[in-house]
């Protein structure tokens, strides 16, 4: 053979094997199959994530149609609520009560008292807290503590319903809702909106979404003790930052004053302290920690909570408010002067609150 002639090919190999091979394109390598199995579990775990948040919704969903029919009233027949007039359209003033229920207490005095407007189209709200021992001077009303007025209703539409031949166990449904009409006619008039819904909560329901929640973490800010035989009172905080189960917050919200006459609290300090465990409430439900807990604080509210918001606006005003945070709300604590027996509200305070509502229902 002479220099420049072509090579022979490998033995067993045709030329024409030879040549086709030289002119092929040289074809990609296959991925790993590790980097593909890692993608595939990757992909799978995604999906069960989704498969598993869609099936806890969906759990969700049907604890609240339980605690929303424990709730709410039933829908208006005949006559149902406009879309255009639903909460989820328009603003909505509501009347917020947290009722002392306790045997010992023996009454139902209010020992919260706020009155809020919540605005779907900027999804935030105003949060008005009254002084308890607040004197409520008012056209047309007795002059009494703000937290006997609800109390005093309930008692006339009990006596009134008893009139009419019901037993007391048949008159308490009708003279509740009697009562919650009412006061809500009663704050509408008073701040100057309307608030067309009153919602109530006893202690044992204020108690049961703390510990629903696993606890708040909360400031105290100052060393609190106080006991009371009568009605079963055992308060005993220390100050600083801390995590308070659902009896502890209660406390903290509640207190007002020690037997040794040192660090004393007051009404207008209840205020703050009650917006604060709000705030801390609602964000703790947005959290990651409080998201799977909700189920159980459903629970809670369905057991201890009424309003006479019908079922159908409670679940639209679920949907409009879905998301929102304490960032989103402003509370106003009211303030003013204690003589005995009564709070006098600082009357520029009491009208920045008013006028606050009524920005906030003019949205």
Same mark, same amino acid.
């Given at each position: 053979?002479?220099?420049?002639?072509?090579?022979?090919?490998?033995?067993?190999?045709?030329?024409?094997?030879?040549?086709?091979?030289? $002119?092929?394109?040289?074809?990609?390598?296959?991925?790993?199959? /590790?980097?593909? $199995?890692?993608?595939?579990?990757?992909?799978?775990?995604?999906?069960?994530? #989704?498969?598993?948040?869609?099936?806890?919704?969906?759990?969700?969903?049907?604890?609240?149609?339980?605690?929303?029919?424990?709730?709410?009233?039933?829908?208006?027949?005949?006559?149902?609520?406009?879309?255009?007039?639903?909460?989820?359209?328009?603003?909505?003033?509501?009347?917020?009560?947290?009722?002392?229920?306790?045997? +010992?207490?023996?009454?139902?005095?209010?020992?919260? &008292?706020?009155?809020?407007?919540?605005?779907?189209?900027?999804?935030?709200? #105003? #949060?008005?807290?009254?002084?308890?021992?607040?004197?409520?001077?008012?056209?047309? !009303?007795?002059?009494?503590?703000?937290?006997?007025? !609800?109390?005093?209703?309930?008692?006339?539409?009990?006596?009134?319903?008893?009139?009419?031949?019901?037993?007391?166990? *048949?008159?308490?449904?009708?003279?509740?809702?009697?009562?919650?009409?009412?006061?809500?006619?009663?704050?509408?008039?008073?701040?100057?909106? %309307?608030?067309?819904?009153?919602?109530?909560?006893?202690?044992?329901?204020?108690? %049961?979404?703390?510990?629903?929640?696993?606890?708040?973490?909360?400031?105290?800010?100052?060393?609190? +003790?106080?006991?009371?035989?009568?009605?079963?009172?055992?308060? @005993?905080?220390?100050?600083? !930052?801390?995590?308070? @189960?659902?009896?502890?917050?209660?406390?903290?919200?509640?207190?007002?004053?020690?037997?040794?006459?040192?660090?004393?609290?007051?009404?207008? %300090?209840?205020?703050?302290?009650?917006?604060?465990?709000?705030?801390?409430?609602?964000? +703790?439900? /947005?959290?990651?920690?409080?998201?799977? /807990?909700?189920?159980?604080?459903?629970?809670?509210?369905?057991?201890?909570?009424?309003?006479? &918001?019908?079922?159908? *606006?409670?679940?639209? &005003?679920?949907?409009?408010?879905?998301?929102?945070?304490?960032?989103?709300?402003?509370?106003?604590?009211?303030?003013?002067?204690?003589?005995?027996?009564?709070? !006098?509200?600082? *009357?520029?305070?009491? *009208?920045?609150?008013?006028?606050?509502?009524?920005?906030? &229902?003019?949205?």
């Amino acid at each position: 053979m002479s220099q420049g002639s072509n090579p022979l090919p490998p033995r067993g190999a045709s030329r024409r094997s030879a040549a086709s091979s030289s $002119s092929s394109p040289v074809k990609a390598p296959k991925k790993p199959k /590790k980097k593909r $199995s890692v993608l595939r579990t990757i992909l799978l775990l995604v999906l069960a994530v #989704v498969i598993l948040a869609g099936g806890y919704l969906v759990y969700l969903g049907l604890k609240a149609n339980e605690a929303i029919g424990q709730i709410g009233i039933e829908d208006p027949k005949g006559t149902p609520i406009p879309a255009a007039e639903s909460v989820k359209k328009k603003s909505v003033g509501m009347v917020l009560l947290g009722l002392d229920t306790r045997a +010992k207490a023996n009454g139902m005095n209010t020992d919260v &008292m706020m009155v809020a407007a919540f605005n779907p189209n900027t999804k935030s709200a #105003v #949060v008005v807290s009254i002084p308890r021992d607040s004197l409520l001077r008012l056209d047309g !009303y007795a002059e009494r503590k703000a937290n006997g007025h !609800y109390n005093a209703f309930y008692r006339q539409a009990l006596e009134k319903e008893i009139d009419k031949g019901l037993s007391a166990k *048949e008159a308490r449904e009708p003279a509740e809702a009697d009562a919650k009409r009412a006061i809500g006619e009663m704050m509408s008039q008073y701040f100057g909106i %309307d608030a067309k819904y009153t919602a109530v909560i006893n202690f044992q329901g204020f108690i %049961d979404v703390v510990d629903a929640l696993g606890g708040i973490e909360v400031d105290v800010d100052m060393d609190m +003790k106080w006991s009371d035989s009568i009605d079963g009172t055992d308060i @005993d905080l220390k100050k600083g !930052y801390q995590l308070l @189960d659902g009896d502890q917050a209660l406390d903290f919200v509640r207190y007002r004053k020690s037997k040794d006459g040192k660090n004393m609290s007051s009404d207008f %300090d209840r205020n703050k302290r009650e917006s604060q465990v709000i705030a801390k409430i609602v964000d +703790k439900m /947005k959290s990651l920690d409080g998201i799977p /807990k909700l189920g159980n604080v459903i629970d809670a509210v369905g057991d201890n909570m009424e309003t006479n &918001m019908p079922s159908s *606006e409670i679940r639209n &005003m679920m949907a409009a408010y879905f998301g929102i945070g304490s960032g989103d709300v402003q509370f106003i604590p009211l303030e003013g002067s204690w003589k005995s027996p009564y709070v !006098y509200l600082d *009357e520029a305070k009491l *009208e920045a609150a008013r006028a606050a509502l009524q920005a906030k &229902m003019a949205e």
